[in-house]
């Protein structure tokens, strides 16, 4: 059996149903004892990919790694993975203490009535052990398929979306627990999730997928604030997206052109090869001002800007800006209540840090990665 | 702003669970059974009912392809033919008519009882079916509760009777074929979500259309298969035609028997069966498609 | 989406409904017009169970019990086997039924498992081969089969091989059908589940396929069973001299009729009744909470 403490590795891995391409030419590498999180949108092939690493779909073409060993074409019984299913698919005909003690019994551990009652404790489920799975709510069957994955203490724990079905009380609570236990054992997990909150709370690194491959990998926070394409910047969180052209790239920065007003930004946010790009800035790092009343030294600006919607949100007022060229960009404010609201057809300027700024490759979508209106609840 | 729940990627019956290799071998013991004692019986018969008819049991028969052999078939029993489906076609009726009230009521009217009722209903499909049919025929006898009952309030004439006619045939078969139309009833009404038929008391405003319109719809494959395995075997049957009625009520499962066993006429019993069998397959292939359910079995 | 968990409640139906005028007895009488229908058909079911246990207790004048009932005795009961060949049929019956269900159902589980869990060219003419013969009328399965034993000089070795022949093949289609159901009806994930928590595929089979598909196969096995040993139609054109039970009460209904019949009638029901509710208690007990 593989060396279970070791890093989990996906090389070029492909996987073709039929013409259509799941997972195309994937490849990555998690670290032993990371949180690490897929997080893409319906049908992008997060769940094949973690099929593949759990030894339940052949891979067309590539490699699964576990340290140095290839486990690729192992049997799943044969592998330290284990996997919570996003049903939960515990065995409906043997009780929780059986469910749980499955995976001990089959490789023959002695002591395997002491480590199930422990595990059942771990997930708070210690006098439930004589029942059967449908006597159990939501919540409660989906922390039984967790300890009867995690008693196993595999090297790696695949969760496709564990949490798909609790309501959102009961998903905030388990995203804590099983940040918790993943601390507490140092196992290495990779969590399945539409959610981008939940992967970007849970995760040390999160990869974001679309269409089989893998847009942008890393830190939560490095994700979201500098993207790399159009995709990822709309997909996580919100993006405005300028047309800009990059007229000088001497020095360390970068200055473009967009519709007439000069804009800079730091070479290393430019992900964009060739002339013609866009430029995105996330909306809260957009700060709003009265036509020409503030100093602009040092930062970006767009001027010429009219309010044309306000609406309040309590803890933030969100304003729709018309620029001269007539897109619409969007700003979140904080209501500090330092100054009054800005109403309909109010003239304004536009600013914001280059250090906010990001500069991305013309030759995409500019609506990719857009939540259409079905995805929003 | 959470994403709704979405199933999770490959269903059952994708390409893991239904994997491609020897698994098919599987299949070959109870294929080879099905084809050495019914297609090659099935292909025999269809030789027999060629042979000619001037031969006989004892001094063997000639194959001549004696076509003529179905023209005779149809020809002397087509009445018999029309008697089985119409008394099959009533008896199904009948028993879609009872069963379903009865497999409803048990789905989602029988509350704890629900159990006790279904066992009832499979209980007399276990004591022999030619003692019940037996019991009818005493039942329905002339001197029998029924027909003495009927006659004192005036349904039936004085001189009337019920054994010997086609009112008894009918109700045997209804008789004996009820939990074949019950059970499929059952099993697929108490796969419909109750609350279903509840929104449709919401939005029709009568129980008839919500009905119509919701609950007969969704118990559609357990109408289709109930009537099939009503039917099928109503149509071949010959016992409750031969122990409540008389000749005149015979329908083509006696011939096909008599010939075979009384008269031996081989080629006579052959084209009988195979016009019986093609007809009901028939039968079948088109109400299938009318009802609308692709999965025969 | 999600539209079955938002969907109007019964409470809400009511008041829409009661805007009719009907009386509280009309009501009533409405909402359980169909439990009623149920219960009536079920008692025109159980008409003649009643007769045949009445009868069973009949002391016939004559020498056939088929007719009126006249006086009560026991005697019918303590002498079960007196009727010659009585028991011998019985004792057949049960042997045939009991080796043709056998047959049957680990043929037809072994092909529904194949239909259902493997693909392979020629799944839609299996279909079609099982299909066929639960469209086949018994008279003409059972002529089909005695032409075929006599074509190839069985026709003096009919008896009890040939009977489970026969009986296998009308049971097949009905276990095949029956298992596919509750095959089909399964999460192929459970069996994954149980492959990752590092079960080989004869465990995962052992410990997961096998349970879980064992009430449809039980099922099968009583359906077949109650098939064949009831059958009469076809089991008289494949039985040459040898009489199983059905045969028996067929033969005896020219002759005379001997009570122990209703005896064993009125035994038959008792036993499957038994059998069946202690099956219901079990099924009960072990699938509280079963999903
Ligand atoms: N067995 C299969 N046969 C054919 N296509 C498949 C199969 N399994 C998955 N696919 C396709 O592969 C793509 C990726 O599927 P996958 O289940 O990995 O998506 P996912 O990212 O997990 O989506 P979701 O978030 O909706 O669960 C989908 O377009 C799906 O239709
Ligand atoms: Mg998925």
């Not at chain 1, 269409?211 to 604030?225: K, T």
């Not at chain 2, 629900?114 to 002339?142: E, G, Q, Y």
């Not at chain 2, 099939?228 to 083509?252: H, R, S, W």
């Amino acid at each position: 059996m593989a060396d279970r403490n070791a890093d989990l590795r996906l090389e070029n891995l492909t996987k073709r149903f039929g013409d259509f391409v799941a997972v195309d030419d994937l490849s990555l590498t998690v670290p032993n004892g990371s949180f690490f999180a897929l997080l893409g949108p319906s049908g992008c092939g997060k769940t094949t990919t973690l099929r593949m690493v759990a030894g339940l779909e052949d891979p067309t073409d590539g490699r699964v790694l576990i340290g140095e060993d290839d486990i690729t074409h192992l049997r799943p019984y044969k592998r330290p993975v284990n996997t919570v299913f996003q049903s939960y698919a515990l065995f409906p005909h043997l009780t929780i203490f059986e469910n749980v003690a499955f995976g001990l019994r089959r490789r023959g551990v002695k002591d395997y009535q002491q480590k199930t009652r422990d595990m059942l404790e771990l997930v708070e489920l210690g006098g439930y052990g004589d029942r059967k799975p449908g006597q159990l709510s939501g919540g409660q069957q989906q922390r039984v398929a967790l300890g009867r994955a995690l008693i196993n203490e595999p090297g790696v724990l695949l969760l496709d979306e564990p949490l798909g079905a609790l309501d959102l009380k009961l998903r905030r609570q388990m995203q804590i627990e099983l940040k918790r236990i993943q601390t507490e054992i140092e196992v290495t997990f990779v969590h399945v999730t539409h959610d981008q909150e939940e992967a970007m709370t849970m995760a040390d690194t999160i990869a974001v997928m679309n269409n089989g491959v893998i847009e942008q990998m890393g830190a939560p926070a490095d994700l979201y604030e500098n993207p790399v394409t159009t995709f990822v910047a709309n997909f996580l969180g919100q993006s405005n997206l300028v047309r800009a052209d990059v007229i000088d790239t001497a020095g360390g920065d970068v200055v473009v052109d967009c519709h007439g007003q000069k804009l800079r930004l730091a070479a290393s946010r430019s992900h964009a090869a060739g002339r013609s790009a866009w430029l995105g800035v996330r909306p809260e790092k957009v700060f709003v001002a009265a036509s020409e009343a503030e100093d602009h030294t040092g930062v970006n600006v767009l001027t010429g800007g009219r309010v044309t919607d306000v609406s309040f949100v309590g803890v933030s007022t969100q304003y729709l800006v018309a620029t001269p060229w007539g897109q619409e960009l969007m700003v979140f404010e904080q209501n500090t209540g330092r100054r009054p609201a800005f109403r309909n057809g109010d003239e304004v300027d536009l600013m914001w840090a280059p250090e906010h700024t990001f500069l991305l490759d013309a030759d995409q979508d500019a609506h990719a990665g857009l939540m259409t209106p079905e995805d929003i609840e | 702003m959470s994403a709704a729940p979405v199933p999770a990627g490959p269903q059952p019956g994708s390409e893991t669970a239904r994997r491609r290799g020897w698994g098919w071998l599987l299949l070959v013991p109870g294929m080879l059974w099905l084809a050495v004692f019914f297609l090659f019986p099935t292909v025999q018969l269809v030789f027999t009912s060629l042979y000619d008819p001037s031969g006989s049991y004892e001094q063997g028969y000639a194959m001549t392809w004696h076509v003529a052999n179905y023209v005779d078939a149809v020809r002397d029993t087509w009445n018999l033919f029309a008697r089985s489906f119409l008394y099959a076609g009533i008896a199904t009726g009948v028993c879609l008519a009872l069963g379903y009230p009865l497999a409803y009521a048990i789905a989602f009217k029988a509350g704890r009882w629900r159990n006790v009722m279904l066992v009832l209903v499979i209980a007399p499909f276990f004591t022999s079916f030619l003692l019940r049919t037996l019991s009818w025929r005493t039942i329905l006898s002339d001197q029998g509760p029924v027909t003495s009952f009927l006659q004192t309030i005036s349904v039936l004439p004085d001189d009337g009777r019920l054994l010997a006619t086609p009112v008894a045939v009918i109700a045997g078969l209804i008789y004996n074929f009820m939990p074949f139309m019950t059970l499929p009833l059952y099993a697929s009404l108490s796969k419909v979500d109750y609350r279903l038929i509840e929104a449709a008391g919401d939005l029709y405003s009568s129980p008839f259309t919500g009905f119509r319109k919701v609950t007969f719809p969704l118990s559609l494959p357990g109408v289709v298969s109930g009537t099939l395995l009503t039917f099928i075997p109503a149509c071949g049957d010959y016992i409750n035609a031969e122990l409540l009625g008389t000749p005149k009520q015979y329908m083509v499962g006696n011939r096909i028997q008599a010939a075979f066993l009384t008269e031996h006429n081989y080629p006579l019993a052959a084209s009988l069966s195979l016009i019986l069998m093609a007809l009901v397959v028939l039968m079948v292939v088109v109400y299938v498609r009318r009802a609308g359910t692709e999965e025969l079995v | 989406m999600a539209t079955d968990t938002r969907l109007p409640v019964a409470g809400r139906s009511r008041p829409r409904r009661s805007g009719r005028t009907r009386t509280p007895v009309g009501r009533w009488l409405a909402d359980h017009l169909v439990l009623f229908i149920g219960i009536l058909v079920l008692v025109y079911m159980f008409v003649p169970i009643g007769y045949i246990f009445a009868l069973s207790f009949n002391q016939p004048s004559g020498r056939s019990a088929t007719a009126e009932f006249e006086s009560f005795t026991w005697s019918n009961w303590t002498s079960i086997c007196e009727p010659e060949g009585l028991c011998d049929s019985l004792r057949l019956s049960v042997a045939v039924s009991l080796t043709a269900t056998v047959l049957a159902t680990v043929l037809g589980t072994l092909m529904a498992f194949a239909l259902v869990r493997h693909s392979f060219r020629g799944r839609a003419a299996s279909n079609l081969l099982i299909f066929l013969p639960m469209a086949t009328p018994e008279v003409v399965m059972g002529s089909s089969l005695l032409a075929m034993f006599v074509s190839v000089g069985l026709d003096g070795a009919l008896g009890f091989v040939t009977i489970v022949i026969a009986h296998v093949l009308f049971c097949l289609s009905f276990v095949v059908v029956t298992v596919k159901a509750r095959l089909a009806g399964m999460d192929a994930r459970l069996e994954q589940a149980a492959m990752d928590l590092y079960a080989n595929e004869w465990q995962t089979f052992r410990l997961v396929t096998l349970p879980l598909a064992m009430p449809g196969i039980v099922a099968a096995a009583l359906l077949a069973f109650s098939l064949s040993f009831d059958d009469f139609i076809v089991t008289n054109f494949t039985a040459g001299q040898s009489v199983t039970f059905p045969i028996f009460v067929y033969g005896s209904k020219l002759k005379d009729f001997p009570a122990q019949l209703f005896v064993v009638g009125s035994i038959m029901f008792l036993v499957s009744f038994v059998f069946v509710v202690a099956g219901e208690l079990w099924r009960r007990r072990r699938s509280i909470g079963l999903g």
